[in-house]
């Protein structure tokens, strides 16, 4: 192959000139250990520190024919000489290509062997990361397997806004912009070793008219419907493998920067068991716009004519009655969300324990874990209670300058005094947060302008950056798994200037538009029959005794 004839060329133009070589050939110039390089693609980000002590990226001459190495070698520049034989030396050893331009230094080395040992500490004490006990001891200072993990799951979140048709001039408005086969890859995330198994629906004719989309034209996908998430399996071997078990993950779409929709909300508790729901307590409620959106539907809709509620149990008791009893390995539920997103994962996630789904049919309890990100209030001191009985932990990261995780409940919620809030636990505007809170502060950030303005603060990519800087409460900002943060910019206009990251970069190619084989600009079709729902919906559901026999 390539190395060894450049190799073996080597060896005979050493020996040649072994003679009057020898006595310079031992002081050669060559790479210091510190500088040891490996090729980089990425090498032109702005995000760069000025200080003199990160190691600097060298540039080395790309792989020349045999007659161009020939001419190098015959000059008397041992330097030449020595970076020729240092760059075969990696080739042979597998740190480069061959390609030759440009050179990593050994940060990311260090990153990836940390990044390794991250992985083998997930696979050993992946239920303390899930919440096992209610994450003592792994915020402050940050447990880096715990940042990974919360980045990760946030990604899985953020997929939704970037797979989301948001444009009103597009018929598919509302919808998926990829097919649930091809979601991961279409997003750039083939490495993720999840594959999505059902795509998730609600129907928009409920009264939040802020967060639905919908299409300016007459002849569209569907007129009451929004495609709202996913619910994705790790089913790749090596992804278990570095998990610890296999993974259900359920991620529920959110807003972006649209905050309109807070008072699009009716702002009062409705009992759970009022829209149906399994509960053996009156007194657990939650916020009544979060549970119709959660259990309403449309039945002259063939995408809403189950209710998100209705998918998503009937999917999470179809993979738990497929992998719940293997012996071979572990398996936990994942529910992730943003914004509104957020609500519905804590919401489904009660809903998911309180049918039992949880448990597989030999008794063996999965284990369910929330991660929110910018969520919102969801139900009264009750409902947190029940969650805790249940055994749901939930972990919500929130930047304290949002105005999302503050509402519902302005007034009455967990900050007021005992006393106050047991004389108003009665009253239809009560509200508590659940689980445990990470609170971060954006205005930590170097890379952040310290303007509050309300879409910026709720931006879910800003507290991906955040997340990756956080250390614990009074240390010092600096990212540890190196998160690009240019994705701060990609809906927002939040990094500083001096950066020069164009504000709201993610744009679709030409909105959708692709040509077809007679030369004409057409908006091809999308969806597929894979993204409808699966034909055993009835089955599961009926099994449930959500629906008749």
């Known amino acids: 192959n390539t190395i060894d004839v450049y190799g073996l060329y080597i060896r005979s133009m050493v020996l040649c000139h072994l003679e009057t070589k020898l006595s310079s050939f031992s002081t050669m110039a060559t790479i210091p250990s510190h500088n040891l390089l490996t090729k980089n693609y990425h090498s032109s980000s702005p995000f760069k520190t000025t200080s003199s002590s990160e190691p600097s990226f060298i540039h080395l001459p790309e792989k020349r024919s045999r007659v161009a190495a020939k001419a190098s070698l015959s000059r008397t520049n041992e330097a030449s000489l020595s970076a020729v034989i240092s760059r075969l030396e990696r080739e042979r050893q597998g740190l480069t290509d061959g390609g030759g331009e440009q050179w990593r230094t050994a940060e990311d080395f260090r990153r990836r062997d940390k990044k390794t040992e991250e992985e083998r500490r997930l696979r050993d004490t992946w239920r303390k990361i899930q919440g096992e006990d209610d994450w003592a001891g792994l915020t402050d200072p940050m447990d880096p397997v715990l940042r990974s993990e919360l980045i990760r799951y946030g990604e899985m979140a953020q997929a939704c806004y970037d797979a989301f048709d948001f444009d009103p001039s597009s018929r598919y408005c509302g919808s998926s912009r990829f097919s649930r086969h091809e979601f991961f890859d279409s997003l750039g995330m083939k490495g993720s070793g999840y594959e999505v198994a059902r795509y998730l629906y609600a129907t928009s004719n409920i009264n939040l008219p802020n967060f639905f989309s919908k299409s300016r034209w007459s002849k569209v996908w569907s007129k009451n419907a929004n495609w709202m998430g996913y619910v994705a399996v790790s089913d790749d071997e090596a992804t278990r493998h570095r998990l610890g078990r296999r993974d259900i993950a359920i991620a529920w779409r959110g807003t972006v920067t649209q905050l309109e929709w807070i008072a699009d909300l009716k702002d009062y508790l409705k009992p759970v068991s009022g829209n149906n729901l399994r509960c053996p307590d009156p007194a657990v409620k939650v916020e009544s716009g979060f549970l119709d959106l959660y259990t309403d539907k449309d039945t002259s809709c063939k995408f809403s004519r189950f209710s998100a509620r209705e998918q998503v149990l009937a999917e999470v008791k179809r993979l738990v009655e497929r992998y719940g009893d293997d012996e071979d390995e572990e398996l936990s539920i994942t529910v992730t969300g943003h914004s509104l997103g957020g609500a519905l994962a804590i919401l489904s996630a009660y809903d998911v324990a309180e049918m039992g789904l949880n448990r597989s049919r030999s008794g063996k309890v999965i284990p369910v874990t929330v991660l929110t990100y910018g969520g919102p209030r969801v139900g009264n001191v009750r409902f947190k209670e029940r969650l805790k009985e249940l055994g749901v932990k939930v972990m919500r990261v929130v930047n304290v300058h949002d105005v999302v995780p503050k509402s519902p409940g302005l007034f009455l919620n967990e900050r007021a005094p005992h006393a106050v809030m047991k004389i108003a636990e009665g009253l239809p505007w009560c509200y508590c947060h659940v689980g ?114």
Not at 512 to 537: C, F, K, T, Y
């Open 436 to 549: 445990e809170e990470l609170a971060l502060d954006h205005q930590n950030s170097p890379f952040l302008k310290s303007s509050v303005d309300p879409s910026n603060a709720h931006n879910l990519e800003a507290l991906l950056h955040l997340l990756d800087g956080y250390h614990g409460k009074g240390e010092r900002f600096v990212l540890s798994n190196g998160r690009d943060p240019a994705l701060v910019n990609k809906a927002s206009d939040f990094l500083k200037e001096h950066f020069m990251v164009p504000p709201f970069w993610r744009q679709d190619a030409n909105k959708g538009m692709v040509r077809n084989s007679e030369g004409r600009w057409i908006q091809a079709e999308r969806l597929r029959s894979e993204d409808h729902h699966s034909p055993d919906i009835h089955h599961h559901l009926s099994q449930l005794r959500l629906l008749p026999s």
